[in-house]
Structures are given as structure tokens and as C-alpha cells.
């Protein structure tokens, strides 16, 4: 498709914004015309559809929502042309006042003096807009347009204010796009991590600790793995690990540059009559322990991991399962060196990521973020440290995107962006080049010089939070995890009271082979067994009756249905140490 063709479909970010724009003035009109007492607030664009606000007593029905769509479709059908006008401030206000509108009537008030006041019409409605918007409603696919939600939201994200009702939709310029979406969103539902988090006994959210979540003896087995699975990596790519205290006085702090930066998001206590804080981040306390001993270049590069217990505090209202807790283990590390291996660094960091992830089939990509408004440090010291991070991912082959304004307080970073099964992506791994830290706790190395030099230093974390990066491979694998990383790799169902015996001699072999084994010793019949075991969602069941006890066999099905019909036990052990040693995906 020619670029010019392009412009004008939905792979062009630009035109699908507009689209979506365009659709959440249609909601507002089909609004006005169903209940024309509602008020109408703000309605943008998002980067999955629209959403408009509005001021009304009570929640909106999903019959309501369901005659909006219907309507939003009659306006769409009647192909009404969108125009553009301008008024001056006070007569705008006046427009606005007239149509009994007063959140228009505030906005326009807010605008700066010089400010192009613009509005938008079609048909009998108009609305407060700077645009764009597509030239007619008859642009928009009616049959394709879904209101999918109903929440409410503050008026200019203030709590103090008017809480509004918020209707979120989406659409696309064919059905079968829409049908495809509502399909992923439902897969999506059947995948929440909250949901089969409960199912299959792994962790728990309670009123006691809204953001604090409890891990489950099965929940354990699998976050322990997953820690396992770090180490091993990080031992062969050359860390070593550490642990800092959770609690550290101000003084600390206020050095680091979170007391100034971070503060709102710190739990802080007073301990002796002194201000402490529960760390947000692991940082000071890796630059402590660096700090504690002279270091040569001969030392250096030092890569220094820590699975750190942070806390930060989150908004109630923000907080979502494990993708957005107050608590959570970060597998930190923070790698010092000379400005002559930094580049060499990056790319190590950047080479053990491609494995982690790799284990777990979750492609990537990569976002530079850049120095925000509110930085230490020089504009010399950013754009030298943004130069390298450029060049050494350039030169490995990869392709960046630069997120402008977004790198930390200290300095700029790589984000990576991890794709999911459903095609989602989520932010987990970063690398973060840090001139500043080295410098505020005083770091130093003797060069080869015999002369006090001041390292670079490079935070990073591959998973960002285990227990997000649980959340997430949860989805990914819709529970299903690999054999490796199951809490229960195998479950032995005798067929009979008779077999029950024979069943515990076959589990205890594969417990002794190190394998996470149970035996589902219930009275229920094997058909229901093997239902049971495959929702618990485990690799393998081994239906053991009497022919397999004579026979010393046992015999293996796959939670995806499989019959893999009877082997001997150490076959299938063969089977499942080559599946957990590879650390194969089913």
C-alpha cells in the first residue's frame, strides 16, 4: 500500500486517533439526543478507542449503553458533515452558558488569553473541540462501534470535584475488526491474572492489605522457581548478590535525591526522634555497600544484583492485582564500571535480557527515554549518557523508539516492552545510565593510573517485579506454565482403590528425581480426575490402574488432551527432565 493510501486507514496512528475522536463526539450527540439534561464534560481519544465524560446522578445500564449505540449508529447513517468555526473568548462562553454546558463554559475560562477557541458541528450538535475530525459521520462504520464500559471518573482528575460517568467505547471501520477485538478482550478476561490467580491457588488480595498481596503455598513454588531461574542466569553472566535493609534514615535519602524527587510515593517513620524511610527503590543501599571498600579498575566491571523487598505507595484507585501493588520484590542490579566498558556493559545487559526472555516467548521492543523537566545533573552529562545508550544498541542490530521527557530523575534509559500472547505489551526490563548516584555517594576506583577515578554506574532489572512479571506470564500462559516452572509438574490418578498403592510408589520416584509431584487419592471417578487435574492446569497426569501395576508402566496424558499412551517410569522421566532441563514451552 502506497503511503499516500495509507494515510487514510487504520495503520496510520494519526488517522485512528482521529476516528476515535471523531466516534466520542458521536457518543455525545447520541447522548444529548437521549437525555438531553445530561451535562457534557470531556471526550478524547485513547490509545484503544474513546471515552466521554458525563455529569449524571446515576450510573448508565448496559440498556442504555445498548440504545447509545443504537443511536450513535442513526447518526452515523445520516452522514452528517463536520464544520469547523471559531468565536471569540466571551462570546464563546456565552455559546456555551446558553446551552446550559458550564464544564465548557470552565474550560474556556482556563484557556490562555490567546487561545484559539474552536467548536465542531454536526447536525443539530456542537461541542468545545480543537480537533481533528474526519468531514462526516457517514466515515464511521456504525455496525462496528462498541460501548464496552461505564465507570466513574472526577472531574479533571480531582477528587475534591464532580464525579462524572465515564463511557468508554471502540470501534473500526469493518465488523469483522470489531468482532476480533471483542474476542481478544474476552480471551483476555478468561486469562486475568486475578481470576486464575485464585483458581489455581497462587496468591490473594485482601481488604487488609489493599496492595499488599499474599502468596499461596502453590504461589510460593512458582515465585521461588522463577528466583531460582534468576540466580542460575545471573551467576553465569557474572553477579554477584547482596541484600540492603528495607528501613534507612533520611539522611540517606535526602543524599540519594528520592527525598526531594520521590517523597510522595515514600512510606516514611520516625525512629530515635529521626526521619526514616522504607526504600522505594534499591539504589542507596547498592551504593552503600559499594562504598564499604576500596576498589580497583582490576575489580571492575562489579555487577551487584539484589531481589530487594520495596514499597511504594500507590493510589487505591490505581491499584490492579499484581501489575500494580505497594509491595513487591524488584531483581534489581547495579553494575559499576569505567567509561570505557560502559558500551560493553550495555550490551551484556541487553544479551542476557534476549535469553530471559527468550525462555519465556516474549518478544520485545526497545524505548529510549530521554531527560524529563525535572533532572540532576548537566544537559551535557544527559545527552553524552543518551549517545551511548544509541550506539551500543545500534550497534547489536536493534531498533529503538524514543520516548521524549520520560528518563528517570538521575538519567536516561532503555525500556523494554514485552509482547504477550494476546499481543499486549508490558514494560518490565530497563537499563538506566546513572552519572549522578556515583558522584552524590562519592564512588571512586584507583585506575591503572594509581589515581581516584569516579565509576559509571548502570541500574537495570530484566523481570522489573516478580510479582508483576508473575502477573504477566499468568496471561501469557493463560496458567498453563511450562513444566519447568509449574508448581505441579505431575499428578498420578489411580483408577482404582487398588491402584492407590502403586500410585504413591510411582509419585515417590519422581519426588526423589526432584520432580513436584501430587496423588489424587479422592473417590471420584477417572474421568473426573483427569477434568479436575486439567483445569488445575497441570503438564501431566499419569492414569495408573491395574494392567499398568503388573506392568510397572504408567499412563501419560497432556493437560492439552494428549494421550501419550503407557511408557515405563523412568521413559516418562527421561521426557519430563528434557522438558524442565530445556526449560521447553508447550
Known amino acids: ?24 463526539h458521536v457518543l455525545a450527540q447520541a447522548m444529548k439526543r437521549l437525555h438531553p439534561e445530561v451535562k457534557l464534560a470531556i471526550g478524547p481519544a485513547i490509545e484503544n478507542g474513546f471515552y466521554y465524560d458525563f455529569d449524571t446522578p446515576e450510573p448508565f445500564s448496559e440498556k442504555q449503553l445498548e440504545e447509545l449505540e443504537a443511536e450513535m449508529r442513526k447518526i452515523c447513517k445520516e452522514k452528517l458533515k463536520l464544520e469547523r468555526f471559531e468565536l471569540p473568548r466571551e462570546e464563546a462562553i456565552a455559546f456555551m452558558e446558553e446551552k446550559g454546558e458550564p464544564f465548557k463554559v470552565e474550560l474556556i475560562r482556563d484557556l490562555p488569553e490567546d487561545a484559539v477557541i474552536s467548536f465542531y458541528k454536526q447536525g443539530e450538535f456542537t461541542d468545545l473541540c480543537a480537533g481533528p475530525h474526519l468531514d462526516s ?28 460517568q465515564r463511557i468508554y467505547g471502540i470501534a473500526f471501520p469493518k465488523k469483522e475488526e470489531l468482532d476480533e477485538y471483542l474476542e481478544r478482550i474476552e480471551e483476555a478476561k478468561r486469562r486475568d491474572h486475578r481470576k486464575l490467580g485464585k483458581e489455581l491457588g497462587l496468591f490473594m488480595l485482601t481488604d487488609e492489605g489493599p496492595g499488599f498481596p499474599f502468596f499461596l503455598p502453590k504461589g510460593m513454588v512458582l515465585k521461588n522457581t ?22 534507612l534514615n533520611r539522611r ?14 515514600m512510606y ?29 579498575y582490576r575489580d571492575l566491571p562489579l555487577r551487584v544484583g539484589e531481589l530487594g523487598l520495596v514499597h511504594r505507595h500507590e493510589l487505591s484507585g490505581a491499584l490492579h492485582g499484581l501489575f500494580r501493588v505497594r509491595c513487591f520484590t524488584q531483581d534489581d542490579a547495579h553494575l559499576f564500571m569505567t567509561q570505557d566498558q560502559l558500551k560493553d556493559e550495555i550490551k551484556n545487559v541487553v544479551k542476557l535480557f534476549d535469553e530471559v526472555y527468550s525462555v519465556f516467548g516474549l518478544p520485545y521492543k526497545i524505548e529510549l527515554s530521554t531527560m524529563p523537566e525535572d533532572h540532576i545533573g548537566t544537559v551535557e552529562q544527559w545527552e553524552h549518557n543518551q549517545d551511548i545508550l544509541k550506539e551500543a544498541i545500534t550497534e547489536m542490530g536493534k531498533e529503538y523508539e524514543v520516548n521524549e521527557g520520560d528518563g528517570a530523575f538521575y538519567g536516561p534509559k532503555l525500556d523494554f516492552h514485552l509482547s504477550d500472547s494476546l499481543g499486549r505489551t508490558w514494560q518490565c526490563g530497563t537499563v538506566q545510565l546513572d552519572s549522578q548516584l556515583p558522584e552524590r555517594f562519592e564512588l571512586e576506583y584507583v585506575g591503572e593510573d594509581g589515581e581516584k577515578h569516579r565509576p559509571v554506574m548502570l541500574h537495570r532489572v530484566v523481570l522489573g517485579s516478580i510479582e508483576r512479571f508473575i502477573g504477566v506470564i499468568t496471561e501469557h500462559f493463560a496458567g498453563a506454565f511450562p513444566a519447568w516452572l509449574a508448581p505441579v509438574q505431575v499428578k498420578v490418578l489411580p483408577v482404582t482403590d487398588r491402584a492407590a498403592e502403586y500410585a504413591d510408589t510411582v509419585a515417590a520416584g519422581l519426588d526423589k528425581a526432584g520432580f513436584r509431584v501430587e496423588v489424587d487419592h479422592s473417590s471420584e471417578k477417572i474421568g473426573k480426575k483427569i477434568r479436575e487435574a486439567t483445569l488445575e492446569k497441570v503438564p501431566y497426569m499419569l492414569v495408573v490402574g491395574y494392567r499398568d501395576m503388573e506392568n510397572g508402566t504408567v499412563s501419560v496424558r497432556r493437560r492439552s488432551g494428549e494421550d501419550m499412551g503407557a511408557m515405563s517410569l523412568e521413559g516418562f522421566s527421561a521426557l519430563l527432565r528434557e522438558a524442565v532441563d530445556t526449560k521447553a514451552r508447550d
Not at 2 to 9: G, L, P, R, V
Not at 232 to 238: A, C, F, M, P, T
Not at 252 to 262: F, Q
Open 1 to 24: 500500500m502506497s503511503e499516500e493510501n495509507n494515510q487514510y486507514t487504520f495503520e496510520n496512528p494519526e488517522y485512528r486517533h482521529t476516528y476515535w475522536h471523531t466516534c466520542s
Open 137 to 164: 459521520t457517514g466515515r464511521i462504520k456504525g455496525n462496528a462501534i462498541k460501548l464496552t464500559a461505564c465507570n466513574a471518573a472526577y472531574w479533571r482528575g480531582d477528587s475534591n470535584r464532580e464525579t462524572l
Open 226 to 247: 522463577l528466583i531460582d531461574y534468576w540466580r542460575e542466569v545471573h551467576k553465569r553472566y557474572g553477579y554477584v548478590e547482596i541484600s540492603t535493609p528495607i528501613i
Open 252 to 265: 540517606l535519602w535526602e543524599r540519594s535525591g528520592h527525598w526531594d524527587h520521590y517523597k510522595q510515593n
Open 268 to 296: 516514611t517513620t520516625v525512629i530515635d526522634e529521626e526521619d526514616y524511610a522504607v526504600k522505594p527503590m534499591n539504589c542507596p543501599g547498592g551504593m552503600m555497600v559499594y562504598a564499604s571498600e576500596p576498589h580497583s
